[in-house]
Each structure stands twice: as structure tokens, then as C-alpha cells.
């Protein structure tokens, strides 16, 4: 059907403000090949648990954003404070709760995450910096935690946090030296809080975005595996000549294989 | 190959400038010892004869003339590309110069901007900045019956505040057999992870006194429980089970006008004696789960600066 | 030159890259729409939770999910009971089996470490081509026992009861053994929850098994009279010659005797 005349310019209007930042940028075509790009077509439901585990992220970085706003990183205020959050500011309940309960998720989402690449052999060839930076998240992501967990500074929060840095005390040489750094001196004192409140919201969540980064970059260069047991994997092994042709021949693959399947 | 006009008659070297940078460093150096204009004149004197040095470099390092445009067969390189590749970066151009310099820029730029940012991050810990020196008074030697415990807790540090809150178990054993007071002052923090300890033992929470800001609870224990992982101590802090590597961390005291001043804090490996007559080493205050005798404190060979007394 | 083995990965992935380019089907929507639902999922789920948790509040009663917070950090208590997080759980467990001092590292640091580079270099000593998980029985396997460990680690962390936990148990115990009306045996057995006896031994289920002491909640049944279960916490090796059970004296006769006729009266659970 042809277009009026007025529909194209009012296409063409709507489409300018892409045109004008593709012109200057080339975002948009980058975004497009993003977009469209092809990924097997297998793909399992278990494959969303990585989108899952960013999701989680980005939920902890933003209601941790606007906790920002009202905690306040020192012994004498931070418990009031943590107070004042869950019982007066408005929605102040649901922002501490989701940042709360998402830490959990997050932290689950990453171990199912890393099941799910184990179960599909997801880390070899050639996806070996998918993992290893993905084991790195994961210590991160528990760091996150146990960085935040002082941060109520109720007992659970206190006691768990001396725990904690004395475990790394008891490493052989370093140990005393990394949790008095830690700790911010011979004591946990009045510093340590604001300390482990900069390490939670500024040091880790800034590496873990790097390295989310270059996860995904590898992720997009590499594309994403099909599950193994699927007959149309794709890279599966094939016999000499056997080449597939588009659609088309996709499609009668798949019923060759099925028959040879019954037959078998 | 390379018959340009970067040969090794005009390298450097016979340049004296690079002798004056190294004098301005040295005059930095020093002058961070002894004075602060020395070293600022230091840094003067570095700056000129670096930036002297560097356009002397520069202009005797005119651009190589470079191998003939690279005519690539197969996308590989020629050998003789490759060779004169080699004596390109051989040769040491403007090009070799620059990038060094930029890469020693770059160094120098990231070192000034992460080494105070790390050495601020990292170096209060170990000054033993923020320890206090004052001692604590924890009120009249008869606020503790002789032969019981007393859960003592106080503020460590005015300055601090609550945040420096300790516990100890104070038991007063008499006068030790040079006729001197003695008092068993044990630390309430477990030495396996420092969990909080616990007396086993009733409380007699009717008989709690106060002084200042110092709570006294008298309490009957047969021994110190940690609720973590289950260690557990005898009344002298010596390990009866669990995974504690230590005996108990310790209080030193004194007595002034009567009351009770708190000591020095320090380790203890294990108390032979009891009470009055306890017998121990004291060891400097190691954090919980670090041996300070036996073989496994070679685990631990170095001092921790600024761990507090 | 590239190993034989190089060859194959390369040619394998080339094929995986063409295989994608030809049969696949574009991220967007197709993938994209299951990964969008996925997560709808999680933010729905979070946001329950959060609700979950601050509305089965009531009136400053802990809800379904557990208080909104703590009492306030005291670094001085003495009554406190420090638990971590969940997901530390498995390493909370871990330093609790490692229960001899000479161990202590092992479990803080030793075991963590290890199991850390096993994971992080998997990559590199799991080389073979093969992914389907039923055809890797090393790793089928490896999975399986570490899903089954940190599992078991993880419930037995949550589900740990230290000896100092007892005097919250006092309640059950009254209901469990029928005393819950008689205020002197409550209080005698508060007595025996405080007095540290459940850092080594078990009774209904809280405490800890340290030095292998024996179980206690039956303990009346062996009629050993109270004398001898004075005697025996006084100087526990004059009763069981090389008992590592140490002495209880301090706590004087009276509240010995109260301790001894509570164990004397502990013959399990009156069902
Ligand atoms: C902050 C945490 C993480 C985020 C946001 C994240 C995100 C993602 C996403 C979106 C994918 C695409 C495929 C999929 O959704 O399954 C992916 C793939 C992958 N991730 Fe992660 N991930 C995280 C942590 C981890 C961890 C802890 C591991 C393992 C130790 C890991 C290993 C991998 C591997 C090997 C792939 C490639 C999968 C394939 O090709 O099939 N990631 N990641
Ligand atoms: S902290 Fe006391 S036993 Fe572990």
C-alpha cells in the first residue's frame, strides 16, 4: 500500500532525531546489529538466568542509589537512620526491602547462572574469560554482601562483620594485615563503617560494572551456546558435505534427524 | 636496510642534561628529609633539565626513514618487511622515543594520581592512628567481691564513643602472695573468630551495679562459652574445647585511689596457676584464630604496625 | 602450528558462528522476550518479597521473612548469638567442623581458597570438546557431590543450635518434659541452659558435640543419684577416669545440686 505523501514526512520527521545521532555517532546501526543479530535458535530457558542475574544488578544499583540518600555511614546515626528509612520515609520500606531481599536473589541468580554455564560446558573454547570473569562477579557479588551486611549496623551486622574480618586475619603472613586494613585500624571503629559503606557503593559495584561489561562484550563476540543436547545445536559435528542452506534446508535437517532418530 | 638519517653517532648520550635531572631528584629527596624549599627548588631544577633533556632528545631524534610502503603479499608481512621491522624499532626513532615517553608520561600521571589515593586508603590502618591512650577507670576495687566474676562493661574510648563499648570479666583474687592486689581481667572476645563469649554460669542481674558509664554484673561461671563454634574456656581462659588456638586475650591493670584502672590489652598463649597465682606469657594483642606460641606462629612471622598495645 | 586439538576447537567454532548466522533467529524479539519475562519475574519477585516481609510485621513481632532489623550493634554484648548472612552459611558450617585449633585455617582460609582455583581455572584442566553433561562424567559427578555438600552445609549452618542458644529453648523443654507449670523446675532449668553443659552436650537437639560428650536428655534414666552427679561435675575424672569433661566447681554445691536434679529428672520426652 503506498504511503500518502504526508505519512512519509511524518516518517521522516519521527525518524530524524535517529538519523541525526547516527550521522554523529553510528550508535544506532551498532544498536540495530545488537538487536538483530542471530542467536541459536535453540536457545533455552535456562539461558535468560544471566539477563535474570543483570536485572537483579541493575535493581541493587538503583535502589541502592536513592538508599543513599537517606543512610547515613557512621556509628552513632547509621541504625537510626536505617529506622527512620523502614518506618518514616515514604516507600522508604519497599526501596530497603527490595535492596534487602535482591542482594539474596542476586546472589542466587548468580549461582544458577553459573549451574547453568556448568551444565552446558558453556566455559570452553572458546568461552573461557566468560567464566573466569563471571567467577570473578561472583566473588564480587558476595563481597557486595558482605560489605552491606555491616551496613544496618544492628547485632546480626556487627557480630557477622567481626567474624568475617577475622577470618581473613587468620590467613598465613597477610592475614593480620588485610583485616586491619580492612577494619581500618586495630579496632572496628568509627571509621570502619564509612569504609566498608565506600567499598559497598563505590569500589565493588564500580569493578562489578567493568566487569558485567566485559562479560557481555564477550558474550556478544561470542554468542551464546546451544544446549548440547539439542539435535540442531549450532556447531554441532556433521558428516563430510553436509552443509546447512538456509532456512530451508534447516528445516529438512530437522526432519532427516528426527527420522534417523526413530530409526535408530 | 634503514640508511637514514637515525644513525648511533647522533645518539644521545653525550648530553649532560640527563646528570641535572638526576641532581633534581636527589635535591627532592633530600630536601623531603630536611626542608620543604629544598625540595621545592629541587623540582624546579628536575623540571628544567627534564624539559631540556627532553628537547634534546627530541631533536636528535629526527623521524626514521621508514620501509618502503608495505606491499603486503597474503596479508603476511615479506621476510624483509619483517627484518626491516626489526631494525626500525632497532634503529630507536622519534617514533621508539615518543612512545616510551608517553608511556613513562602516562606512568608517571598514574603513579601521582593512585599512590596517595592508595597510600590514603591503606596507610592510617597501620599508624595505630585513633588508639587510645587514656586509661579506663572502672570505679572502686569494692564494687568487685573478691573470688566472683563481674561482667564489666565500659567505654573504651570517650572520643569513640559507643562504638568502642568492651566487655571483660573481672575477677578480683586478693592480695597475690607479695601481698599486691590481683585481679583475672579476661577479654569477652572468643580467640577462635571473636565472637562475643558468655559466662556458663548464672548472673545475679539483681546485684548489677553502675559507675559512670562502667555496668558491673556479678556472675557465677564454671567457665566462657562462645556461642559461634563452640569453643569453650575454664575461668582462666584456657581452651577446654572447641577451635579457639589461644587462651583468652587479657587486661593488665592498675589501682589508683582505689578504683580499678584498666592496662595495657595483650595475648596469651596458655595460664599455667590460677587466679592470683596464674603464670603467662604476654604476647602483643593478636587478632582471634592467630597462634602466638607453638609451631603454627611461623604462620604469622610478621609484626602488624599500628595493632595497638 | 596449531595441536590437533586447537584445529578442532577452531573449526568447531566456525561452524558454531556459521550454523548461527544461517539457522539462527534474531535476538531481538525472539531471545530477547523470553530474557524481558525472565526478568519480570525477578523484579516481581523481589518486590513480593519486600512486601512479604514488612507487612506479616506485626506490631514489632519478626514476620514470615524475619524482623526489619536488630537490636542496635553493642560491641560489648554478652548474650549475643552472631549468625551470618545465609549464603555464608556453608562457610559458617565449615569452621564449626574444623573444631581444632591446629585446623582453624583450613577452614577460614584453606578449603575457600582451594575450592576457589579449582573453579576459577576449570576452564583450563576441563579441555574436552564434549558439553552434553551426561558425557562428562568427572564433571557430572563433581557437580553433583558439590551441589549435595553446600547444600547439607548451608541447612546445617541455618539450622545449627550452639549451646548458648539453650536458654531461649527453656520454654520447649517445659512443654516437651511436662514442667512447664512448675516455676522452680524452670528456673533450675535455665540454670543447666546457662551453665555452659550444652557447649559439649546435647539435649533436645541444642547444643554442641564437642569432646565427644554424650547426649544428656535421657540422662535420669541411668539412676546414677544425685550425688554422684555432683561429684562427677565437681571432678569429672574421679567418676569417668580421662574425661575431658572439665570441672564445674566453680558454681558452687547449691547450684550444682540444682543442675544435678535436673539431670536426674531428664528422662527424654514425655510424649
Ligand atoms: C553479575 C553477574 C553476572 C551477570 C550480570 C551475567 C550476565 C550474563 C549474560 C546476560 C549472559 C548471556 C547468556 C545467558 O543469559 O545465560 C552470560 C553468559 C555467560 N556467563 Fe554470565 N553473568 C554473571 C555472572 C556469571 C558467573 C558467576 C559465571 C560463572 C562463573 C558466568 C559465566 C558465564 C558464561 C560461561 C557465559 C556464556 C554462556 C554461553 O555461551 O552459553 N557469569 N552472562
Ligand atoms: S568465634 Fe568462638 S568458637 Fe568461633
Known amino acids: ?264 | 636496510m634503514s640508511d637514514g638519517t637515525d644513525n648511533h653517532d647522533q645518539a644521545p648520550g653525550s648530553s649532560l642534561w640527563p646528570i641535572g635531572f638526576a641532581i633534581g631528584i636527589a635535591c627532592i629527596l633530600v630536601g623531603l628529609v630536611i626542608s620543604w624549599p629544598a625540595a621545592v627548588l629541587g623540582a624546579a631544577v628536575t623540571i628544567v633539565f627534564g624539559v631540556l633533556w627532553i628537547r634534546d632528545a627530541a631533536r636528535s631524534h629526527a623521524p626514521v626513514d621508514s620501509a618502503p610502503a608495505h606491499a603486503l603479499v597474503d596479508g603476511t608481512p615479506s621476510e624483509a618487511q619483517l627484518a626491516a621491522e626489526e631494525q626500525h624499532l632497532e634503529t630507536y626513532g622519534r617514533a621508539g622515543f615518543l612512545t616510551l615517553a608517553t608511556i613513562g608520561l602516562g606512568g608517571v600521571i598514574g603513579a601521582g594520581v593512585v599512590l596517595p589515593s592508595l597510600g590514603f586508603a591503606v596507610l592510617p590502618s597501620f599508624t595505630g592512628e585513633g588508639i587510645e591512650t587514656n586509661p579506663v577507670d572502672l570505679g572502686p576495687i569494692s564494687n568487685f567481691p573478691e573470688g566472683t566474676f563481674v561482667i564489666t562493661s565500659f567505654t573504651g574510648s570517650k572520643r569513640q564513643g559507643d562504638v568502642s563499648r568492651r566487655t571483660a570479666y573481672i575477677r578480683n583474687n586478693g592480695l597475690s602472695a607479695e601481698k599486691e592486689p590481683s585481679f583475672t581481667i579476661i577479654y569477652s572476645r572468643c580467640v577462635h573468630l571473636g565472637c562475643p563469649i558468655q559466662p556458663n554460669g548464672p548472673a545475679f542481674k539483681d546485684q548489677a551495679k553502675t559507675y559512670k558509664d562502667v555496668t558491673l554484673t556479678p556472675v557465677k561461671p564454671a567457665g566462657f562459652g562462645c556461642p559461634c563454634h563452640g569453643g569453650a574456656y575454664d575461668t582462666e581462659g584456657n581452651r577446654t574445647a572447641g577451635p579457639p588456638v589461644r587462651s583468652l586475650d587479657r587486661y593488665a591493670f592498675s589501682v589508683a585511689d582505689g578504683n580499678l584502672i584498666l592496662g595495657d590489652h595483650f595475648s596469651v598463649g596458655t595460664v599455667a596457676g590460677t587466679a592470683a597465682d596464674a603464670v603467662m606469657t604476654r604476647y602483643p594483642v593478636a587478632y582471634p584464630g592467630v597462634h602466638v606460641d607453638g609451631i603454627e606462629r611461623f604462620l604469622y612471622p610478621l609484626p602488624v604496625p599500628g595493632a595497638g598495645a | 602450528m596449531a595441536s590437533k586439538k586447537v584445529q578442532e576447537d577452531r573449526d568447531a567454532f566456525k561452524r558454531y558462528k556459521e550454523d548461527v548466522k544461517k539457522e539462527g533467529k534474531p535476538f531481538f524479539p525472539y531471545a530477547i522476550f523470553h530474557d524481558t519475562v525472565m526478568s519480570f519475574v525477578v523484579v516481581a519477585v523481589i518486590i513480593g518479597l519486600a512486601v512479604i516481609w514488612k507487612f506479616t510485621v506485626d506490631d514489632g513481632q519478626p514476620g514470615a521473612l524475619g524482623p526489619l532489623y536488630e537490636k542496635e550493634a553493642d560491641p560489648g554484648t554478652t548474650n549475643f548469638i552472631p549468625r551470618p548472612d545465609w549464603f555464608f552459611y556453608f562457610l559458617f558450617y565449615l569452621l564449626r567442623i574444623f573444631k581444632w585449633p591446629e585446623s582453624v585455617v583450613l577452614g577460614t582460609v584453606g578449603i575457600p581458597t582451594l575450592l576457589l582455583i579449582l573453579l576459577i581455572m576449570l576452564p583450563f584442566y576441563d579441555r574436552r570438546p564434549e558439553r552434553l553433561l551426561l558425557r562428562r562424567p568427572v564433571a557430572f559427578v563433581a557437580a553433583i557431590l558439590v551441589v549435595i555438600s553446600m547444600g547439607v552445609l548451608t541447612w546445617k549452618g541455618a539450622t545449627a543450635k550452639e549451646g548458648s542458644e539453650a536458654v531461649g529453648e527453656v520454654p520447649t523443654w517445659a512443654k516437651e518434659q511436662g514442667f512447664a507449670d512448675n516455676a522452680v523446675a524452670v528456673e533450675v532449668a535455665t540454670l543447666f541452659a546457662e551453665s555452659g553443659c550444652l557447649n559439649c552436650h546435647v539435649y533436645l537437639g541444642a547444643g554442641g558435640q564437642n569432646l565427644g560428650a554424650p547426649e544428656l536428655t535421657e540422662e535420669g534414666l541411668k539412676n546414677r543419684g544425685i550425688e554422684w552427679q555432683v561429684a562427677h561435675l565437681k571432678n569429672p575424672s574421679s567418676k569417668v577416669p580421662g574425661s575431658p569433661m572439665p570441672s564445674f566447681a566453680d558454681l558452687g554445691d547449691e547450684n550444682l545440686t540444682k543442675i544435678a536434679t535436673f539431670l536426674e529428672a531428664s528422662k527424654g520426652p514425655q510424649k
Open chain 1, 1 to 264: 500500500m503506498a504511503k500518502s505523501a504526508r505519512q512519509a514526512q511524518i516518517e521522516k520527521a519521527a525518524l530524524y532525531p535517529l538519523d541525526w545521532t547516527e550521522e554523529r555517532t553510528g550508535l544506532v546501526g551498532y544498536t540495530k546489529w545488537f538487536l538483530f543479530r542471530n542467536v541459536p535458535r535453540d536457545v533455552n530457558w535456562m539461558q535468560t538466568l544471566g539477563a535474570a542475574t543483570l536485572t537483579a544488578f541493575i535493581v541493587q544499583a538503583t535502589t541502592g542509589v536513592f538508599l543513599a540518600m537517606y543512610y547515613k555511614p557512621d556509628p552513632d546515626s547509621a541504625y537510626a537512620s536505617i529506622q527512620n528509612i523502614t518506618n518514616e520515609v515514604t516507600l522508604g520500606w519497599l526501596v530497603r526491602g527490595m535492596h534487602k531481599w535482591g542482594a539474596s536473589l542476586f546472589i542466587i541468580l548468580m549461582f544458577l547462572h553459573m549451574a547453568r554455564t556448568f551444565m552446558f560446558g558453556a566455559y570452553k573454547y572458546p568461552r573461557e574469560l566468560n567464566w573466569i570473569t563471571g567467577v570473578i562477579l561472583l566473588v564480587m557479588g558476595m563481597a557486595e554482601g558482605f560489605t552491606g551486611y555491616l551496613l544496618p549496623w544492628d547485632q546480626t551486622a556487627y557480630w557477622a562483620t567481626v567474624v568475617g574480618i577475622n577470618i581473613n586475619a587468620t590467613a598465613p603472613i597477610a592475614g593480620p594485615f588485610i583485616a586491619q586494613f580492612l577494619q581500618g585500624g586495630a579496632q572496628i571503629g568509627p571509621d570502619t563503617l564509612s569504609k566498608f559503606y565506600s567499598l559497598h557503593m563505590l569500589v565493588i559495584p564500580g569493578g562489578i560494572m567493568a566487569l558485567i561489561g566485559l562479560h557481555m562484550y564477550l558474550v556478544i563476540r561470542l554468542g551464546v551456546t546451544s544446549p548440547p543436547w539439542s539435535p540442531t545445536a549450532a556447531g554441532r559435528p556433521r558428516d563430510e558435505g553436509e552443509e546447512p542452506q538456509g532456512y530451508g534446508a534447516y528445516r529438512e535437517g530437522l526432519i532427516r534427524e528426527h527420522e534417523e532418530d526413530k530409526a535408530s
